[in-house]
């Protein structure tokens, strides 16, 4: 759940690798380095000053020395061995685990430079003096061997003198390791002076005597050295190589890299260019031979990540950065995303040496003991949950990761010191909206500190009491450390969504609504590259600090320094303005007052420019344009879509050709099917009418048939009978077939008769058929079995059935399983042409025969892929000069208006799959379920509130539901721009417009009139009425409101009439009666259409594609509609509001649901999942798929991979109640309750399950839910496609487990108030206090209106439209 101490960088620097930050003075460094304290006794301190001081006699009398040879080193370096594409390490660097290996590493990092200042041309030499130069170098070099095996002597002596006086261990340690520096950079000194005299190679007489000294074990090879095929002969410093490994590797003692490593540096000069040539790679540097890499100073970074704030972006770049000059990192997490690491390790190939991962808690005083080591020499800190929102969701996190973490990581890094008395450094990742924070935590107490603050503040304060805490103790080592507090970073595509720039791309990438709150604010910005320039000049700073050994020097240091870009801060508005031009985005813009919230953009709680009085770190310069680092983003943005795309249509559109076998075919025994008939290329059914003959037409749905498939014994053949059912189910049920003799050429009048059920055997009767299939299509001949016949459908609409020849190369037929008793689905089992009209059709009547969803999914995948390559290849500067659209306040003149929807998929980074040609829409991807949502604010309305324990049996119990649902706000399941919205406080004025005069009459006096707002037994649609009765009291005059509310009373008797009177009577006595800014409820199937059909392709007959069609009173309405079918032309997204209906079964629900302690904790249920409903409407065949009976309770209980354990075993229970007494039992005792569309997408019965605590499950994603713009559906429903409907029971049990499942219900209960209006006959007070103060109906309705009235919307200069 929680992710504490996540972004936690732990930089573990070898004693010596400071040197990648700034040249090294050696003669310094072994002072420095192991903090040489004295001990206690005096004697001991006697003969500690006395090594000291023959160590500074050594220091000056070779400093010059040392100076020149790193002087030189670092010229040769740079004229010869760092490369502007990077820095070269081969494999034999990455290491050093062997005895004297780290020494050699020293000598070949000075032969490197001496090669590469070698000239490429050398001039020929004799050989005489070649060996004569040679041997003087051995001669002198056995004199370095004496002196270093004295050096060896003496240090043993005084190793033995220490450990009689019981030195320390950690004295000895440092006693061998200075000495051991000393021996070493003495030889290598030395040798390499001498080494300075020969400047030529040697000549292959000279190198074969040498090879022989070495006794074989030296062998030097040769390669070619140029163009010319001349072979390079081994140089000087590889003979200093053979004389290090012969001589002085044997002397040297196994070392840990941490404790010799220094003695490397003064080689490895060229690393203080290290870094400034990773971070600019535009600085030009030679190229130096891959052969022989450049030698580059060792780190080791320690990294841990996190959910949270910067975390995954600057860990991740800061890591890069290291890596990139060859730094180990090693990584303290949680947890490791493999995609990640495995492009790390293909761009920086030898990370799988350098990087080393450990999983782990900041919190967590194991985990932190095993990487706090002796190496490290500072850590860079960037765990923090640093979101206002983030804290108050969840406090107790905010807490432990803030002041928690950070105190343990502070702890761990004292502990630390305390061993080796280290001097080290901690970099703390704060932020500049501290400032802001400051202020106002000034007059806040304890308890609404970490909701009010900005969370970095906490991090600092802890920071700053372990910097005092560390000068008033000694024995704590030293501590230098800075905060810095960043600006707004931006330029990752991997970052946090709802942060400021990527939740601005985000929405403008799917064209989705973008909102600003104010917009005139200022922000500073700052890019990625420019960000971690930043962190590495405070590690610099903090490396210089540590090493300054001054007789005044501070034990400590705490800095705060200011990160800004150096450049004018930008308006919101400007990024805005930016993001859509480059992105070319149609994104409608709500500009929403500035509240308390102190929300900027789609509530994302950024920083804004506050100045502070922290300084600013100056050196920050040449950072990037706002323009330049956008445009960098967008690219990378449209790279990672067209990159996802490309891997989707990948996984979902290349399969291999199928083969269908015996095996498939007999997979349609015993099934419940529909078969689609080919007619002129489009599709038509057939079907058995009610007298039991069969036809072909376009009558949608249709009435399932059934196959049954046998193997035939004579020749092994599957063969097929397809029974059509009549609407009596019994005598008029035929077989598809024919009764001989076949005549009339097999053409049959219109109809064909088929064999009635109890003919069927007679000798004169043929019911079998064999199947072939076309597996690229999906489609079948049909071949009546023993004879030369096939059946082929009619030629055109309304023609006849023939029986053809069976040579006749047609694939007329599609079959289609409904419900099989077979395990394993058929082939085409997801290619329903049905769930293609039902899913991908919003106005069109077309129904081509090859059609199907996964076809059309594909379809949409590669032309959205082709349309963002082609967005990538415009991409430019000037791209910023392309004018943008005119914004309207008008929904219907938005540019994407018309356009149908488009597909949503989840995987996507985008959601939206857009083609280009279609509108994105809102989407209920599953969410990531809160840490905890708990907070102190606006639990629930205090009617709600009950006690953790229940009754059972006169016995109190623990109930895991209330303790949830108290625990949590109902604030964290409202989508982020809604609750802009909520916390600005501020709802449409409405004024309640009258009815026509004889309307008001009906009202008054007649009976339907007066109960016009009752609940009735069936056909309850009085949704409109409560919403009237409400807002009758809230009712502004005309002249002060913002929309005029004209009532419909849709369902009901003359409604149409009654509608177009009441809009006419206001229209013409309404003052500034504003057509735009009407609210019209609709409560009946279809809504604004005002037409009734049984399904959407009648819709779709009766008023098409062009919404023009529509009544002209309801075309510009802002309609109050409880239809949110996305496949028709009856609701529009950016238009309507979708509110719930008013269930029949209100009062059994209040009554058994309204005490929320008398809703069953999921757990508790016995029923995994139901469904009860009519087979009729547009979702007749879905619903007949989802009430298959697939699986028993035993089946469920042991579905492999279950994860959903529940305190009893469950079954699925389908069109009844079970052993349940009534409605209500059997929605209080089921965990998932199916919604599926009937004549429509929406019904009561969604809200009677959400009421009850039962979890929707939604079929497909044609409809919008109640308010789906204010609530995120997916965080109290789940989804599954219609493809997935056959494997319904294992997808909910192996999906989810019991605590998901927990917070889901948990979630539905906060937010229920939602959904359900008044009883009848309740008390003015109490219908408000219902529908408006306790978040109810009305309370969302004008939200979402609201949201719709501060919206602009990009529409074109000229209104053409054809």
């Not at 989705?512 to 890019?527: R, S, W």
């Not at 689609?676 to 399932?704: C, H, W, Y």
């Not at 623990?958 to 303790?963: D, I, K, V, W, Y």
Request: net charge neutral; charged share 25%.
């Amino acid at each position: 759940m929680r992710a504490a101490g996540e972004n936690f960088i732990r930089a573990i620097y070898s004693k010596s690798g400071r040197g990648f930050l700034r040249p090294l003075h050696l003669s310094h460094k072994y002072r420095n380095e192991f903090g040489y304290q004295e001990p206690d006794s005096p004697s001991f301190r006697a003969g500690h000053a006395v090594k000291r001081k023959r160590l500074d006699a050594f220091s000056r009398r070779d400093q010059a020395s040392r100076e020149r040879l790193l002087d030189r080193a670092f010229t040769v370096s740079k004229e010869g061995s760092l490369a502007g594409g990077g820095i070269w390490v081969g494999p034999e660097f990455s290491r050093f685990d062997e005895p004297g290996n780290l020494q050699l590493k020293a000598v070949e990092c000075l032969a490197a430079a001496a090669e590469a200042k070698a000239s490429t041309e050398a001039k020929a030499k004799a050989e005489a003096e070649a060996q004569a130069q040679v041997e003087h170098i051995l001669t002198k070099h056995e004199a370095v061997v004496e002196r270093a095996r004295r050096f060896k002597e003496d240090k043993e002596r005084r190793l033995k003198e220490a450990e009689q006086h019981r030195l320390f261990a950690i004295e000895q340690r440092q006693l061998q390791a200075v000495e051991d520096l000393k021996l070493e950079e003495f030889v290598i000194l030395t040798t390499y002076n001498l080494l300075q005299k020969v400047n030529v190679n040697i000549y292959p007489g000279v190198l074969t005597s040498l090879a022989q000294s070495e006794e074989g074990k030296v062998k030097f090879a040769s390669h070619t050295a140029n163009k010319k095929g001349l072979h390079a002969q081994p140089n000087a410093g590889q003979v200093v190589r053979a004389l290090i490994r012969r001589d002085i590797g044997p002397l040297m003692q196994p070392k840990g890299s941490h404790e010799l490593e220094g003695v490397i540096q003064g080689a490895r000069s060229s690393a203080a260019a290290v870094l400034q040539q990773a971070d600019h790679p535009d600085q030009h540097f030679s190229q130096i031979d891959s052969s022989n890499p450049p030698c580059v100073a060792r780190k080791d970074i320690d990294t841990n990540t996190s959910e949270h704030d910067f975390p995954p972006v600057l860990r991740k770049h800061l890591v890069r950065r290291l890596l990139a000059s060859s730094v180990p990192v090693t990584v303290l997490d949680t947890k490791f995303d493999t995609n990640d690491l495995e492009v790390v390790y293909s761009d920086f190939p030898s990370a799988r040496d350098l990087l080393h991962l450990k999983t782990g808690d900041v919190q967590d005083a194991k985990a932190l003991s095993g990487v706090m080591t002796s190496d490290v020499d500072g850590v860079i800190h960037l765990a923090a949950v640093s979101r206002a929102q983030w804290c108050s969701e969840d406090r107790a996190e905010c807490s432990d990761v803030n002041e928690n973490g950070t105190d343990a990581v502070l702890h761990a890094l004292r502990d630390l010191n305390r061993l080796d008395q280290g001097r080290r450094w901690f970099l703390l990742a704060s932020s500049r909206s501290i400032h802001d924070a400051q202020a106002f935590l000034a007059t806040k107490d304890e308890s609404e500190r970490i909701s009010a603050s900005n969370a970095y503040l906490v991090a600092e304060r802890i920071l700053d009491t372990h910097i005092q805490s560390n000068k008033e103790d000694a024995s704590a080592g030293q501590l230098y450390a800075t905060a810095l507090r960043l600006p707004n970073i931006y330029g990752d595509v991997s970052d946090h969504v709802d942060r400021l720039i990527p939740n601005l791309f985000a929405h403008a990438l799917s064209h989705q609504m973008i909102q600003v709150v104010e917009g005139q604010q200022n922000i500073d910005m700052l890019y990625i590259d420019d960000c971690i320039d930043a962190f590495i000049l405070a590690i610099k700073d903090l490396d210089k600090r540590s090493q300054d050994w001054a007789v005044l020097a501070s034990r400590t240091y705490f800095n705060i320094l200011d990160v800004a870009a150096g450049k004018d801060d930008v308006p919101v508005t400007y990024l805005v303005d930016r993001i859509l031009r480059l992105t070319r985005s149609k994104s409608p813009i709500r500009y929403i007052p500035r509240s308390s919230s102190d929300i900027l953009v789609s509530n994302v709680p950024e920083y804004e420019g506050t100045k502070g009085s922290a300084p600013r770190l100056t050196e920050l310069k040449d950072t990037v344009s706002i323009d330049d680092g956008l445009l960098r983003l967008t690219r990378s943005y449209l790279e990672r879509t067209e990159q996802s795309l490309a891997d989707q249509i990948h996984s979902t559109c290349s399969q291999p050709a199928r083969s269908i076998t015996d095996t498939d075919l007999l997979k349609l025994d015993d099934c419940s099917v529909h078969i689609t008939v080919e007619v002129q290329g489009q599709s038509e059914l057939l079907r058995n009418k009610d007298l039991g003959a069969f036809m072909v037409n376009q009558d949608i749905p249709p009435r399932p048939m059934r196959t049954f498939a046998k193997r035939r014994e004579s020749d092994g053949k599957t063969v097929f009978r397809i029974l059509g059912y009549a609407a009596d189910s019994g005598k008029n049920s035929r077989w598809l077939g024919v009764t001989l003799p076949i005549t009339n050429g097999g053409v049959f009048e219109g109809e064909m008769p088929g064999v009635l059920m109890k003919d069927v055997g007679a000798s004169n009767t043929l019911v079998d058929w064999e199947l072939a299939v076309n597996p690229e299509q999906g489609t079948v001949h049909l071949l009546l079995a023993g004879t030369e016949y096939q059946l082929r459908g009619p030629v055109m609409p309304r023609g006849m059935i023939t029986l053809v020849s069976r040579e006749m190369d047609i694939w007329p037929f599609r079959i289609t399983p409904v419900c099989c008793k077979a395990t394993t689905p058929w082939p085409f089992a997801d290619e329903d042409p049905i769930d293609f009209m039902v899913e991908y059709q919003k106005d069109s009547t077309e129904r081509p025969f090859l059609a199907s969803p996964k076809k059309a999914l594909c379809s949409r995948l590669k032309s959205a892929r082709a349309k963002t390559k082609q967005d990538l290849a415009t991409l430019s500067v000037e791209t910023l000069t392309e004018p943008r659209f005119n914004e309207k306040l008008i929904p219907r003149r938005w540019v994407n208006a018309e356009a149908p929807p488009c597909s949503n998929m989840c995987s996507l980074p985008t959601v939206c799959i857009d083609t280009g040609d279609c509108q994105c829409v809102l989407s209920s991807c599953p969410a990531i379920l809160p840490r905890n949502a708990s907070t102190h604010v606006n639990t629930l309305s205090d009617a709600s509130v009950v006690s953790p324990q229940t009754v059972v049996n006169d016995v109190k119990v623990r109930n895991p539901l209330a303790e949830m649902v108290n625990g949590s706000s109902w604030r964290s399941i409202i989508r982020p721009q809604a609750l802009a919205i909520i916390d600005a406080g501020v709802v449409p004025r409405i004024h309640v417009g009258p009815l026509a005069p004889r309307d008001q009459q009906w009202r008054k006096n007649d009976t339907d009139g007066i109960n016009i707002n009752r609940l009735k037994p069936t056909d309850c649609f009085s949704a409109d009425a409560s919403m009237e009765l409400t807002l009758s009291s809230m009712s502004v005059p005309a002249e002060e409101s913002d929309y005029t509310f004209v009532p419909m009373y849709q369902g009901r008797p003359g409604e149409n009439d009654r509608f177009e009177r009441a809009y006419e009577f206001n229209l013409a006595n309404t003052p500034r009666f504003n057509p735009h800014r009407v609210i019209v409820p609709f409560t009946h199937d279809w809504g604004v259409c005002l037409v009734f059909d049984w399904h959407v392709w009648g819709i779709h007959g009766k008023k098409g594609r062009d919404s023009e069609k529509l009544e002209p009173y309801t075309r510009w309405t802002t309609a109050w509609s409880t239809m949110g079918d996305l496949n028709s032309p009856c609701y529009r997204p950016a238009q309507d509001v979708v509110i719930p209906p008013r269930g029949c079964a209100s009062s059994q629900l209040f009554e058994a649901f309204g005490n929320i302690s008398n809703v069953r904790p999921s757990r508790d249920r016995r029923v995994l999942v139901t469904f009860k409903g009519n087979l009729w409407g547009t979702g007749s065949i879905m619903r007949q798929k989802i009430m298959c009976e697939r699986i028993d309770e035993r089946g469920i209980t042991n579905l492999p991979g279950r994860r959903l354990i529940t305190t009893h075993p469950v079954s699925a229970v389908w069109d009844n109640y079970g052993e349940r007494p009534s409605y209500a039992a059997m929605l209080n005792d089921t965990i998932f309750c199916v919604h599926a569309m009937g004549i429509a997408g929406w019904a009561p019965r969604l809200i009677d399950a959400i009421y009850a605590g039962c979890i929707p499950v939604v079929i497909g994603h044609t409809t919008q839910f109640p308010f789906y713009d204010m609530i995120d559906w997916g965080k109290i429903s789940i989804s599954i496609e219609t493809s997935e409907i056959h494997r319904l029971e294992e997808i909910l049990v192996t999906r989810y487990t019991i605590e998901d499942v927990e917070r889901l219900q948990a979630n539905i209960i906060l937010i229920r108030d939602a959904f359900v209006y008044p009883l009848d006959d309740v008390s003015s007070e109490t219908l408000m206090d219902k529908m408006f103060h306790k978040r109810g109906p009305l309370f969302f309705a004008l939200y979402s209106t609201q949201m719709r009235m501060l919206t602009k919307w990009p529409a074109h200069a000229v209104y053409d439209k054809p």
